[in-house]
């Protein structure tokens, strides 16, 4: 999730914790730790594919954010001489940061919580990285329980408690809603070539009623969105091509190897010109996200001077043909494709015209394509 709802996550388990005892201090130190995990969005690890799949690992995993958690808890209840609840402290400490994972696990981007047991990326995808809907309630209970922290101590807890049961529960009302989802695709699918396909479910920016649906099938994937208020069981899907068929040369390649992994098979392949615009080096996490990266044409640091880029996209973030996270990793050189490392294809977003699409397509299912999307 964004900053500012772990950070706000984090204040509200802080003053949970230790409100009545410490205060502000409690809800900004739950603040600080509650934001702590994504400081590896600053680290580079020297290949963009890396930097993409390396997120939210070791930082995330819960085994590794319990070790450290005594010691931060120690070190605050020293710091604030109240040695007294150190075992509040640490509590407090503990809660700030595995929280911070867990909800990053709702998003569907992949969060590596149990290493090192195993590096499998939980994605639950139930809701976008950015809602106001979960964010708004943890504000609006810390802002009420700082305010009256003094003057109705038990007023204020019960406001602070309020947005974190607020919070939790429209995590369960998007898993609920994933589901229902789900379930229309299904029987929409039911007695079709694509009943066996893979389907993905994710909510659209900034909501729970309208859901972008994935279904892939050998050579392409259907994209296509339901609202929850659509009537019955019809889903318009609009058809891909995927050019898999490229990756038969390069499958012994780490990065397409990840890849396909990181992303759990929903990704997209295609050809594009030799000028394709790439990040210039390995730039980390948050540069990539806020597209403040140098560019140049993937020709000019790959073989195969004038030969078509081979790119896989990760299909769960964007829509196309706007992607968060697209990367070159192979060139048509001579008639062949030969891999060429990776190279980061820069973020591309919709319009700004797609809010008002979405806001249509909420309540009309007629309201056809989004904006950049073409049928085909």
């Not at 615009?277 to 001077?305: D, F, R």
């Amino acid at each position: 999730m964004d900053s500012l709802t772990q950070a706000a996550l984090g204040a509200a388990v802080g003053t949970a914790v230790l409100g009545r005892r410490a205060g502000a201090k409690a809800a900004v130190w739950g603040a600080v730790l509650g934001t702590l995990p994504d400081l590896d969005v600053l680290l580079t690890h020297g290949d963009p594919v890396k930097d993409f799949t390396f997120h939210r690992a070791e930082s995330h995993a819960l085994f590794y954010l319990t070790l450290v958690s005594p010691l931060l808890g120690w070190l605050l209840a020293r710091l604030h001489r109240d040695v007294e609840a150190t075992g509040r402290w640490i509590l407090l400490a503990w809660l700030a940061l595995v929280t911070h994972a867990l909800l990053d696990a709702f998003t569907i981007y992949g969060t590596q919580l149990l290493l090192p047991f195993t590096d499998y990326p939980v994605g639950l995808g139930s809701v976008f990285i950015i809602d106001p809907l979960y964010t708004v309630p943890l504000l609006a209970g810390v802002g009420i329980a700082l305010a009256l922290r003094r003057s109705r101590p038990g007023a204020a807890a019960r406001a602070n408690a309020f947005g974190l049961l607020a919070s939790t529960m429209y995590l369960g009302w998007s898993l609920a809603a994933q589901s229902h989802v789900e379930g229309v695709v299904h029987r929409a699918l039911a007695a079709t070539p694509l009943e066996a396909g893979k389907v993905l479910a994710t909510p659209m920016p900034f909501n729970t009623l309208l859901w972008r649906v994935v279904v892939m099938d050998p050579s392409g994937y259907h994209e296509g969105f339901v609202s929850l208020l659509d009537d019955g069981d019809r889903v318009d899907l609009v058809r891909h091509e995927s050019r898999t068929d490229l990756l038969a040369p390069l499958g012994a390649e780490w990065n397409v190897q990840r890849l396909a992994w990181f992303s759990k098979g929903f990704y997209g392949v295609r050809l594009e010109s030799a000028q394709v615009s790439t990040v210039v080096g390995s730039a980390g996490t948050m540069s990539q996200l806020l597209g403040a990266v140098p560019v140049a044409a993937a020709a000019a640091s790959t073989p195969g001077e004038n030969g078509e880029r081979v790119v896989i996209s990760d299909l769960r973030m964007g829509q196309t043909p706007f992607f968060a996270f697209s990367f070159v990793v192979g060139a048509v050189d001579g008639g062949e494709v030969v891999p060429t490392g990776s190279l980061q294809v820069p973020t591309r977003r919709p319009p700004v015209e797609s809010l008002g699409w979405m806001w249509q397509r909420i309540w009309r299912q007629d309201a056809g394509l989004p904006p950049g999307m073409t049928a085909g």
